[in-house]
């Protein structure tokens, strides 16, 4: 072996090695990628390992382990170093694993349908029926386009002879391909060059087949809605349901986001309810319809089941698909394969004995040391049990635990997992290979001319030495590069590109997306309002006149201690609330936008652990938010999400800077020139000031300059007329006429002459009493246009309902 960092590599003799031969020398089809790597050297290496790392914390990838402190924060974890496959290889797994989606297509089709694998026998009705996720309601329905399955999942893995094994099916919300993408483009910056020059097979066309696939059911005359069905931003695998969303160009909706109406379901938009033909779910069976299925679920959709039941919307996958996620189907394979398809299997299952049988319950009592107990069922409180792990004493409680309830539980063959090098630091911190046991997850979806194979998956690694490969334990993950035959670059072979979308439309924006995207254009405001706030009262001294007013003008605002996360007026918990805002709008925001506000919350816990200047932490802060204010601007496409996210940030900048003015004004006296300074520092107009008069700040200046200059971003002014021309927009969109405005507290604040406010007199006095009255009213007003168009356009109660045209 030429590389030296295989020097340390220790092979397990007796586990399948997916680098060396049983010689120990590197496989011919991993020998390009060992070179490689040798020859690029070990700074370049522990580069691309630190790069991957970083991309995978700025992205925002995340699985939460449950009981882990880091919760629905821990990064995914991905081992930047692939596992390759050859193209004949993959090419028997390819056909196995379409083959076994077929087949377990067939047998919810029967499950579902006229039982005939129940009543000959072959299976044991006592699987199904006993099984949580059987739903009777689901009974007699014939999904739309003939598929229960459009989307299934297999976790193979290789015995120590080098063969492939089933070892489970997912067909309820098979959970990873987006996880596999990711891991895909993140790789790809790793290795820029290494997967062209390998041939590589891509993972695009995949996605747009799943995309096709969704849009193809809807009717010639009707224009095609699917949408992506999530539980909400506290699942483990959220991030992959925005992902995927985004990858795929259709919307990310919860629950609540979908109404039935008779027959048929819809999504709520702003421009009214619009048909919807498919739904990609990320929701167990059961929560989804709390009419017909769980009563207690607040995520699901009130009469789902009927619309599925009357064929007018495609469920991928089908409801009542969970009732084959159960190691104890396995055992039965091979005869419903026969029955269902008269084939054999082409990827076998690992084996399997079902206890609720009497010679299957004897073998496993006479063999528990040389296997694997699993609980039958999803909902039982029993974990994992390896019976060579067991003492004496645990193997005889283990017995009588069987022969009290057989029918819960089942038995599999112990399999020697293969194994596959992953980086570690090795002597000296010179990155090394280390191996882990490894477990593939191959995705295949229905498409008009049958299931097709993602060519590559998701691979997992165990986190240490053991046999159990699992997220949820603690593993991590790795690309799987599926080799071409000839190495020759195509739009087949090629690094995974984005799939084409379809220009956007209004009708398809939920009306929760736009309120999320509405909210969050006000707490990103807000929190620059706070920063811009605190920043400046920082900026007078403690000695100062001025230090009394400022101070008490700043705790009407926000909490005097910038770090404070408990109290509600704290800039950090405006900074929280932003957070997830944008985690609600996440399919709609880029992946720099999306890495520009994770990067600008952990600088902020940082300053706040470390205690760093409150100064300097503000100014910091500041380049932050100015950075997702430029995002707004140039990254976002600018429709009517778009329109109402500026409208969010232009409400709250005109209510903050009325609010303060307003109070700084309402007392009647005349501003010192250091309070003025004071607000144009807040106003981010200092230089404009200066600039303009030449002179030390007066107060009819100032007011001009913050209130009526049109020319200045920052001026009351500027927003109102911005908050029109977006709600112009928003209204021509949708085919109406603009009705919302703040033209009359507009009005009364442009009555005032700005030379009536300068001096002491009793005149000048009142008239700066009365400007604090109107800007008073004109935030009222703000406040006031921001509840009706939560009611007009986010809850869709102050109007009837619409329907959108097709």
Known sequence: MTDARLEDYLSDTRRYDELLDSSGDVRAHWRPLIDALANEGADAVRHGVELARRLIVENGVTY???????????????????????????????LGVAQRARLFDALLSDVYGPQRLLADGTVPADLPFGHPNFLWPCHGIAPPGGNWLHVHAVDISRSADGRWWALADRTQTPSGPGYALENRQIVSRVFPDLLGDLGVRSLGGFFVALRENLLRH??????????????????????????????????LVEGHDLTVRGDTVHLKTLGGLRRVHAILRRLDDDFCDPVELRADSALGVPGLIGVVRAGRVVLANGLGSGVLESAAWMGFMPAAAERLLGEKLRLPSVATWWCGER?????????????????????????????????????????????????????????AFSQAPVWRNGSGGAPGFSARALGIRVYAIATAT???????GLARIASDTADIVSMQRGGGSKDVWVLAPDRRSSDEINVASAVPRTASRHDDLPSRLAENLFWFGRYSERCED????????????????????????????????????????????????????AAQARSRLSAENWRAIGVMQREFQDAALAKRDPRETLDVLLLSLA??????????????????????????????????LAQRLESGDTPAQSELEWLLDIGDSTITY????????????????????????????????????????????????????????????????????????????????????QLTGLAAAAGRLSDRLSLKHFTLIDAEIRMVAV
């Open 627 to 660: 950075g997702l204010a430029g995002f707004a601007l140039d990254d976002m496409t600018q429709d009517d999400g778009w329109r109402l996210m500026m409208v969010g940030r232009r409400l709250e900048r005109l209510q903050f800077l009325a609010e303060l």
């Open 218 to 251: 809807a009717p010639e005359d009707e224009a095609p809605l699917a949408v992506v069905l999530t539980p909400g931003s506290f699942n483990e695998t959220y991030f992959e349901h925005a992902y995927l969303a985004r990858q795929l160009g259709l919307p």
């Open 64 to 94: 939460n382990v449950y009981a882990d402190p880091q919760g629905r924060d821990r990064p995914w974890v991905l081992d930047p170093l692939p596992v390759l496959i050859t193209a004949d290889e993959w090419c028997e797994i390819e």
């Open 690 to 773: 200066r600039t303009r008069y030449l002179a030390a700040p007066r107060l009819g200046a100032t007011i001009d300059l913050l209130v009526f200059d049109q020319t200045n971003p920052r001026a009351l002014a500027f927003q109102w007329h911005a908050i029109e021309h977006s709600l112009v927009g928003v209204a021509v969109s949708l085919g109406g006429a603009p009705d919302d405005s703040l033209d009359e507290a507009v009005a009364l604040v442009g009555e005032l002459q700005l030379s009536a406010i300068e001096g002491d007199s009793p005149r000048a006095l009142r008239a700066r009493q009365s400007l604090a009255a």
């Open 530 to 581: 706070k920063a811009r706030l605190l920043r400046a009262t920082l900026r007078v001294r403690p000695n100062a006149l001025l230090w009394p007013q400022v101070l008490e003008t700043c705790g009407r605002f926000v909490a005097p201690s910038l770090f404070d996360d408990v109290n509600p007026l704290g800039l950090s918990a405006d900074l929280q609330r932003l957070g997830w805002c």
């Open 359 to 415: 010679l299957a319950l004897d073998y496993v009592l006479e063999n528990l040391e040389r296997l694997v107990i699993k609980p039958t069922y999803p909902n039982q409180k029993f974990g994992v049990v390896f019976g060579r792990d067991l003492e004496p004493q645990g193997r005889a409680d283990l017995a009588r635990r069987l022969r009290a309830q057989p029918h819960a539980y089942v038995a599999q063959e112990r399999l």
């Open 450 to 456: 049958g299931y097709r194979v993602m060519p590559g």
